[in-house]
C-alpha cells in the first residue's frame, strides 16, 4: 500500500553559519585533528542530512508545541509507542532533507583546543587535552529539503507547519556540536519554494516548463497575519567589559617568530578577529560555581584524575547537583546523583555561553604575514602594517630553580593584544530545561558567579596566572523571559561597575539558595 500525494514541494535555499560550527566525520587515515570536520566521499565539507533532520525536527518542537499529531506527520515518530499493535508499523517522514555541501570549493578550517581542568591540582586532566576543527561564521551550504503533500485532508495544514518552522529557521538555530559552548548556531536565507504537483494538468505543465509552480512561505499559511516565532523560556545575559592589560586565548600553534600567539576566527568581511571561546568563558564560569558549592557544603577534591573515568567522576560529584543543573553533566549520571528531576533529565546545561569576539580590520592574509614572519625585522613589518603596532611580543623565561639563572631551551615569546575593544559576552539560561524545584536556586548560584566576575575575581583566557586575563565589567543586562518568579531581576544587574541587585530579589533568591543548602542538593526534591 502507498501513500497517496498531490504533490511535492521542493524547498532549496543557503544554510548560513552564525557562529564558528563543527559538524563531525570519521578520521582519516592521515587526520590531524581529533574531530574532524564530516566530509563527503569527494572530499568536500558538508552537514549529513542527518543531522539536519534531527536539528530541524528539534526547533519544529518547538514552533509546533500544540500541535504534535502534524510534527510527527513531517518527521515521522520519534519512537514506537509502548502500546502499538504489532501490525502498526508507522510511517517514514514526509520531510526528505538533502545532504548539505558548502558552497565554497576550499573551505577554511580553524581549530579549537579543549581541555579539562582536574578539580584536585587546577592542572589540565589526564588525557583530556583535544582538539576540535570548525568552520568560520559565514560560511555557506546548499540547503536542499522536500516535502511530500498527502492526497488527504491533512496536505495544507503540513504545508503551513512546515513554512511556520522554515521561517523560524530564518533566525539563528542550533546545529551541531558544543552548541553551548559558543558554536553551532545556524540560520536559512534565500529559500525559493517550487510547487510540483501530481494533478494531470500540473504535471504537464511541470514537463512543459522544466520547474514547479514558485510559491513563497507566506502563500503556505494562508490566514498568517505574521511569520510564526519560537517563544522560549530564556533568560538573557549580556556583559559589557574590557580588559585591563592584554588578554588572549592560545592559538594552540607556535608562529614562526612568536612563539605564541592569539586564537583568532574569521568572520563574514574576510577579516579576523580575536576569539575568546564559549567553552573558554564557560569553563571559567563553572570552575568559580564550583568553588562557590565546594566552599559552602565543604565538599573537598581528593583523588587527582589519572584516567579519562576519574575526570568524569570528578565532575560527576553529587554534591554540584546545582552545577550540573546550569552548566551540564559531562559524562553518565553517576549512581547516588539526582539522574531526574521533576521529570526532566540531566545532560545538557541550561546555560549557553557565547564566543566573544574582538573585531580587526585585518585580513586573514596580513595576519599569515605576521603568524609566519620568518625574522624579528619581519615580525613588526608585518604587525604594523596590519594596524596592529601597540601588540607587545613579551619574552618569557623559566628560571632554573637550582641555580637561579635561565633554564635551557626554556625562552619563549608571546604576542600580546593592546588596544582591542571586545563585544558583550553573552549568555542564554533556558529556563525550560531547569527543573522548577532547581530553578531559583541554580539562578542564586547564577547570580554569586556574575557577582564574582563582576568584582574582577576570574579572569579569563590565557596566562592567568601570570598576568594575563585581568579585566573589567562595567554593566550586565538582563532581558527575555525569566520565567514567572516572585520577584523579577532587574533589567541592569550592573550598571556602571556597580552591583543593582534590589533588597527583595536578593532575598528572595538568598532564601532559595540556603533552602536548597538546608534540604541538600542532591536529593531531588
Not at 312 to 328: R, S
Request: aromatic share 4%; hydrophobic share 45%; charged share 20%.
Amino acid at each position: 500500500m502507498t501513500r497517496g500525494l498531490k504533490g511535492r514541494l521542493h524547498i532549496s535555499g543557503r544554510l548560513v553559519a552564525v557562529t564558528a560550527l563543527h559538524v563531525g566525520g570519521l578520521d582519516g587515515d592521515d587526520a590531524l585533528t581529533d574531530l574532524p570536520l564530516a566530509r563527503d566521499g569527494l572530499g568536500r565539507v558538508y552537514l549529513p542530512g542527518t543531522s539536519l533532520a534531527g536539528a530541524l525536527r528539534a526547533l519544529a518542537t518547538e514552533v509546533l508545541a500544540d500541535r504534535g499529531d502534524l510534527l510527527n506527520e513531517l518527521f515521522g515518530p520519534p519512537t514506537r509507542p509502548a502500546d502499538a499493535e504489532p501490525t502498526d508499523v508507522g510511517s517514514a517522514s514526509l520531510v526528505t532533507i538533502a545532504d548539505a555541501t558548502a558552497t565554497a570549493r576550499n573551505v577554511r578550517e580553524e581549530i579549537r583546543d579543549g581541555v579539562g581542568i582536574d578539580r584536585v591540582t587546577g592542572a589540565a586532566a589526564f588525557a583530556i587535552k583535544f582538539d576540535r576543527a570548525v568552520v568560520p561564521a559565514g560560511t555557506a551550504f546548499r540547503f536542499g529539503l522536500v516535502l511530500e503533500v498527502p492526497a488527504g485532508g491533512s496536505g495544507d495544514e503540513l504545508q503551513a507547519a512546515l513554512a511556520a518552522v522554515l521561517q523560524a529557521a530564518e533566525e539563528p538555530w542550533s546545529l551541531g556540536a558544543a552548541r553551548t559552548r559558543g558554536l553551532g548556531q545556524v540560520r536559512l536565507t534565500e529559500l525559493a519554494v517550487d510547487w510540483r504537483g501530481l494533478a494531470r494538468e500540473e504535471l504537464l505543465a511541470w514537463l512543459a516548463a522544466g520547474q514547479g509552480t514558485a510559491r513563497t512561505l507566506a502563500q503556505l499559511q494562508p490566514g498568517a497575519q505574521e511569520a510564526t516565532k519560537v517563544t522560549r523560556q530564556q533568560l538573557r545575559i549580556s556583559i559589557a567589559w574590557q580588559p585591563r592589560g592584554p588578554l588572549m586565548v592560545n592559538a594552540g600553534m607556535d608562529g614562526s617568530d612568536v612563539d605564541q600567539v592569539p586564537l583568532v576566527t574569521g568572520t563574514a568581511d574576510g577579516n579576523v578577529a580575536l576569539v575568546l571561546p564559549g567553552s573558554s568563558i564557560k569553563g571559567a564560569l563553572r570552575t568559580r560555581a564550583e568553588l562557590i558549592l565546594r566552599t559552602v557544603l565543604n565538599v573537598d577534591g581528593t583523588d587527582v584524575a589519572t584516567t579519562p573515568a576519574g575526570f568524569l567522576d570528578q565532575l560527576e560529584e553529587p554534591a554540584l547537583d546545582l552545577v550540573h543543573w546550569l552548566f551540564g553533566l559531562g559524562g553518565q549520571p553517576a549512581e547516588n546523583a539526582s539522574a531526574a528531576v521533576d521529570g526532566r533529565q540531566k545532560g545538557l546545561g541550561a546555560l549557553a555561553v557565547a564566543d566573544c569576539l574582538a573585531p580587526l580590520a585585518v585580513t586573514r592574509a596580513q595576519w599569515q604575514a605576521i603568524v609566519n614572519a620568518p625574522n624579528e625585522a619581519a615580525f613588526r613589518t608585518a604587525r604594523d602594517a596590519a594596524g596592529l603596532s601597540g601588540w607587545a611580543k613579551a619574552m618569557h623565561v623559566a628560571v632554573d630553580r637550582w641555580t637561579g639563572g635561565a633554564a635551557e631551551n626554556l625562552l619563549f615569546s608571546v604576542l600580546e593584544p593592546f588596544g582591542v575593544e571586545w563585544e558583550p559576552i553573552e549568555l542564554t539560561v533556558d529556563l525550560g530545561r531547569l527543573p522548577e524545584s532547581k530553578r531559583d536556586a541554580a539562578l542564586a548560584l547564577l547570580l554569586f558567579v556574575l557577582r564574582d566576575f563582576a568584582t574582577g575575581a576570574i579572569p579569563l583566557g590565557f596566562g592567568v596566572n601570570r598576568g594575563l586575563g585581568d579585566l573589567v565589567v562595567t554593566d550586565i543586562t538582563l532581558s527575555g523571559a525569566v520565567g514567572d518568579p516572585p520577584v523579577d531581576l532587574p533589567e541592569q544587574l550592573v550598571a556602571g561597575g556597580q552591583w543593582q541587585l534590589n533588597d527583595a530579589a536578593a532575598k528572595h533568591y538568598a532564601q532559595a539558595w540556603n533552602a536548597a543548602l538546608d534540604g541538600g542538593v542532591t536529593d531531588g526534591n
